[in-house]
């Protein structure tokens, strides 16, 4: 079982930046991939980032590619969301993710944390 709880959200004006985080509690937390997905207002839960189990691998949604940068350090059991040149359509609800492979679909994962809430102010 692992349990995921990110933080770091919050309310930021536009072209600002923040930094989320996501801690596992678990001690096997290199072997999963981390995925980070949104959820905006009347929207579907979408794919953001993910990174793989050694963190030699990423991948980006095209939105929000060359602003966000995905990181993880396995010895505190946490992964890390950086997000810069914020726009008001980032504005969601950011939860993270683990899986056994690197991938960008809901499905594709296993354990889910409860979200934190991000919202840029135009």
């Known amino acids: 079982q692992v349990q995921l709880v990110e933080s770091g959200g919050g309310l930021v004006q536009a072209g600002g930046s923040l930094r989320l985080s996501c801690a596992a509690s678990?001690?096997?937390?290199?072997?999963?991939?981390i995925g980070w997905f949104r959820q905006g207002p009347g929207k579907e839960r979408e794919f953001v980032t993910a990174?793989?189990?050694?963190?030699?691998?990423?991948r980006y949604s095209d939105p929000v590619k060359g602003r966000f940068t995905i990181s993880r350090d396995n010895a505190k059991s946490t992964t890390y969301l950086q997000m810069n040149s914020l726009k008001p359509e980032d504005s969601a609800v950011y939860s993270c993710?683990?899986?056994?492979?690197?991938?960008?679909?809901?499905?594709?994962?296993?354990?889910w944390g409860q979200g934190t809430q991000v919202t840029v102010s135009s």
């Open positions: 993710a683990a899986g056994p492979f690197i991938r960008t679909l809901i499905t594709d994962y296993d354990y």
């Open positions: 990174i793989s189990p050694t963190g030699s691998t990423t």
């Open positions: 678990v001690r096997t937390f290199g072997n999963y991939a």
